[in-house]
Each structure stands twice: as structure tokens, then as C-alpha cells.
């Protein structure tokens, strides 16, 4: 979390409605209507079911002064029953058109951010069909009385992005779930008088009138949480990378002396995550360093605080150790995404515990005592929204719905569990289990089963009573090879 400036309110330009929506009730049909979800227990509404999602393309328009934008989703998609109806995730913004295969389609939205279509001829079952949905949305800038919302944030001259776990269905209709990742092209258009950026490789820039259009592709699967859009007075820093690893900044212009020299940062992180675990999973890699900020593992593009990379910010923040944090979600979490949201801990778990092992290499520090401190001082508080595998998603109440699942039983408590399994396998088959996961599950998705599966295959041994002693417990096991640690209170 980050804290937000106080800011002077602007106007917001309201754009005309445009009129190719055709809201009404379905049209009885053959096949069955797709469910709301993918079936994540934490999560029921986020993704559909009825289809998979091979490839789409999100074309966002904003308004001179950013206080608007129009948006269109274009999903190919193939069916995987006998669709009269499917949904997309949609929470907020105004549908002006639903097309699919290129006609006109009846729709409606539920107050639960589902877009129900319903073609005139359903879709058969192992076919492709093509669906656009246009929208038109306000960006209105955060004030402290309204801070920033999940989904696309904008101050003054700037925009960036923040989905995590679920704010891309508020910027425009996707299916909002990791496990219906896809490959994704972004054409992002913005007043020429500003930069823009989004994950992926630029393959295109356009000028026309008072605005550009840049075109970006991410040729491997990317889940909607981690899309990252940005707009804003940056410039576009061009790096290389070990073995010829593209690496691109996105730098406030004003700032760039200032910040240049801290980016290194993420080519060391990269550095430090490939001798554990091999190559790094994408084709490009860096930053878009904003004056907002935020830090989160947008793929191929993490966001960062402007104010965090600065050479002062960078030392009283600890920042090269969240640049670490980040760099390794582009392994665990990116590469490597949950089937549900109970998977969290295959992410944040990773995440906090190479962030360890950095911290522990960089400044002389054990990571024995670190892991003895989180065991026993936060012990048992780790588990208060549920087992660290199977959070409650009925204890995220409040201001912290909206984050579901993301707590310590998935940060400290993976890491933990991650720890308790080193200890009983030992460094090498520990480095060998994480090298196979991170190479057999590559641009995919995968479990906590999954885990436990490979884990014990290169083990060649059953992990699955350690590993699930840990992951589905309301209370920590005692730590293997350390029995004098005592759990602190619950
Ligand atoms: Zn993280």
C-alpha cells in the first residue's frame, strides 16, 4: 500500500452513450448457459465457465485529460459444452455494444459483475466464436476521501494499473480469473502529449490528431491481475539483460537522473533468481516507475513507486529487496499461476522466501533466525483467515474483500511451509524440486497438488503428509529439524 497526495478535484468529461447495445432478456436456445465462475472457492464470481479463453486483445481509448476512456474486449474463445449463454467478468463500466462472431448479441449485467450474453444461435460446443464488448467508463482521480479503486488509477497526468486479485473487470469486460489466462494484445491510445506503455513487446506506434496509439503484445499467457497499462510524462529507458534479456524502464521524465542508476536493481534480481532456478520465464522484463506507485509483479512490467527508486527512497524504503520480491513473481505467480486463489501461497510463499535468501546473502543475515522469528512471534496469528492452502474467503469482511486471498497465512505461512520442506529434504533436492516446478508448469497454471505431486516425485518420497500438515492446518506444525521452536500465541 502506498499513501496517496491530497488532490484538487477536475471535472470529468461524461462521453455520449453510443447506441449498439441491445439489452434484453434471453432468446430460448439450445445448450446451456456457461456457469458465472471457473469454481474457485474463494472467488465464485471471478471467471466463467462454458469456454476458454485462446487469445484477446484490449483496445483502451482515453480521453484528452484522462478524465474518460472507451474500451473494447475482443476474446477468441472455444467453447467447451453447448453454450446458450456465457458470461464475462464486468463490474462498473457501461456496455455500449456486445458482439459476438460479428452480430449484435443480447446482454445484461448482474450488481455481481457478471456480463450475461446470449448469442441468437448458440455456440456448438469445440468451436471458436469471437466475442467483442465495447464500454465507455470516468477515471476520476483519487482524493484522500476516495482513494484510489482497484482496476486503473489516475493522478493528474498519470495512469497505471492495480488488478490485484480482481479489478480488471472494472476497466473493461475480461474473464477476471488466472486460471483463463491468455496471450493478449494491448493497443493503448493517449494524448500525444503523453507516454503510454502496457505489458509486452511494442510492435507498433501511431500519431494521429492529438493523440498516439501504441500497440503491445504479450505472446505468452498473462492473467487479467497482473495486466499492467500506463500513461503518463515517462520515458522508455532500453537495457540488456543476461543472455540478451530485453529490459525496459518506464521512467518519469522529470526523474530520470534521479532513478536511473537504482534499475540496476531489477538485472541483479534477475541475476540472483536464474542461478537458483534457471532462465527467466519471459521475453521481456522491467518497470513502469510511476509517480503513484504501488510495487506489484505486473508481467514483464512491475510497477514501481516513483518515489521508492530514488537514491534516498531506494535505501529507507529496503527497496532492493521488494524489486527481488517482484523479480520473482515473474517465476511464481506469472509463469507459474494458481489454478484458484487458494494456490496464493505458491506465489507470495515463493516470493517471501527467496526474498530471504536474498536478504539473508546480501547483508550477512540467517535465515534460520528469520525463520524462527516469523514461526514463533507470528505463530499461529499467520492463520486467522484460514489454513494457509485454504483461506476462508467469510473472515475477509470490510476494507479487505476486496484483497481476498492475499493475507500472511499466504506471505509468511507459505514461506514457512516452503522452509519446513527444505529442512526435510535438504538444499539440493529442495533446489531440485523448485527448478521442475518452475519448468514443468511454464506459461501454465498449477495447484497445490500439483505441487505436492512434483515435489514428491523428485523427492522420490510422499510429501504429501508433511506438506499438507502444514497447508491445511489451523495451526502451524512443529518446524522439522527444529523442535525447540515454539509457536507463538494463536
Ligand atoms: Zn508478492
Redesign the pocket.
Known sequence: MFTRPVVATVALTTLAAVGLAVPSSAAPSSGTAGSIGVGDKVWPELGNGGYDVLDQRLDLRFAKGLASYTASTTLTARATQNLSSFDLDLLGPKVTGVRVNGVPTTWKTTPQGELVITPAKSLRKHLRFVVRVDVRNNLPQATEKDPFPPGLQRYGGWVQTVNQPSGARRIMAVSDHPAQKAPTTFSVTAPATLNSIANGKLISVRKHGDATTRVFREGRKIATELIQIGVGPFTVLHRTGPHGLPLRYAVPTAQLKEIEPQLASFDRSIRFMEQRLGRFPGTEAGAYVSALGG???TQGLTLMAADAMTKEGFENNGTAGVVL??V??EWF?NSVSPRRWADLWL??GH??FYTNQWSAAQHGWSVEKSMRHTYEEAGNDLLVNGPIANPDPSTWKGDAAPIRPYSSAA?QGGALTLYALQQTVGAKTFEAIERAWVHRYANSNAGTEDFIRLASTVAGRDLGPLLRSWLYSKTLPAMPGHPDWKVGPA
Open positions: 510495487e506489484l509483479e520480491h517482484e520473482s513473481h505467480g506465489n507470495e516470493a517471501v506471505y
